[in-house]
């Protein structure tokens, strides 16, 4: 999941190396992907044994975590089944002075998957500031 990250990362990356507002969107759209496949990634290194199960084999209790992994897209609820990463993008804080948890969230409110479907239209200096933060988390979200 981490090299899909980084590849998507990157493809958000050259969206805003063209400069062209055009892009802007698709730019804003893939960093917030690559925050989502992160977060996705410690729900499964979390809840190895309920991310590996099939549909079929879930029981209730596990059904919420299973979907959050392999079918919702909601960011905040990602973040809300995680304390121990608050926990941990707080210590970072500390020792770096960058506010991690603060980026996050700011990330995790910002983004949905229906971005995709929206007619807004941001601007390229508002899709880099975007792609800024998802660089600075992509690294302690590993």
Request: glycine residues 2%; proline residues 3%.
């Amino acid at each position: 999941m981490a090299t899909v990250a980084d590849r998507r990362f990157a493809d958000a990356q050259a969206l805003c190396d063209t400069k062209q507002n055009a892009h802007a969107n698709g730019a804003a759209y893939l960093a917030g992907f690559v925050i989502e496949i992160l977060l996705k990634a410690r729900l499964v290194k979390k809840y190895p044994i309920i991310a590996r199960k099939q549909p079929h084999d879930i029981s209730e209790s596990e059904r919420g975590i299973w979907t959050l992994i392999w079918r919702r897209h909601d960011l905040e609820e990602m973040l809300d089944c995680m304390p121990e990463l608050e926990a941990a993008l707080h210590k970072a804080f500390s020792r770096t002075g960058v506010n991690y948890l603060a980026n996050l969230k700011k990330v995790c409110a910002a983004w949905t998957i229906h971005a995709r479907y929206s007619p807004r239209v941001i601007m390229m200096d508002e899709a880099s500031q975007f792609l800024e933060r998802v660089r600075l988390l992509k690294e302690v979200l590993k």
